[in-house]
Nanobody
Framework: QVQLVESGGRLVQAGGSLRLSCAAS????????MGWFRQAPGKEREFVGA????????YYADSVKDRFTISRDNAKNTVYLQMNSLQPEDTAVYYC?????????????????????WGQGTQVTVSS
């Protein structure tokens, strides 16, 4: 079983930066995608970005790709979401998720239903 533990959410001023972490355990992740999603009050959970563990390539939603960066630390089995130039509209609960294992040829997914493992979520609040 895959276990994901998120941390790093807090209150931050507009224009500031924040780094969220997702510590993964339970399996090797050579055939997994690690996704970040967020859910604001009254809205659907939306895709933020994803990292393919094998090779570390990334894919981002258009709304965040100029400001957010996903990375990983292989030694720590940890995925990070670096968020810069935060704005009040970024306020949401942020979730780490894992998709896999998958067969060769699979591409990134932005669909919450394709991710079978989820962290507990961490609250990010951006003040104006």
């Amino acid at each position: 079983q895959v276990q994901l533990v998120e941390s790093g959410g807090r209150l931050v001023q507009a224009g500031g930066s924040l780094r969220l972490s997702c510590a993964a355990s339970g399996r090797t992740f050579s055939s997994y995608d690690m996704g970040w999603f967020r859910q604001a009050p009254g809205k659907e959970r939306e895709f933020v970005g994803a990292l393919r563990w094998s090779g570390g390539s990334t894919y981002y939603a258009d709304s965040v790709k100029d400001r957010f960066t996903i990375s990983r630390d292989n030694a720590k089995n940890t995925v990070y979401l670096q968020m810069n130039s935060l704005q009040p509209e970024d306020t949401a609960v942020y979730y780490c998720a894992a998709r896999g294992p998958y067969s060769s040829g699979s591409y990134y997914s932005t669909d919450t239903g394709d991710y079978g493992y989820w962290g507990q979520g961490t609250q990010v609040t951006v003040s104006s």
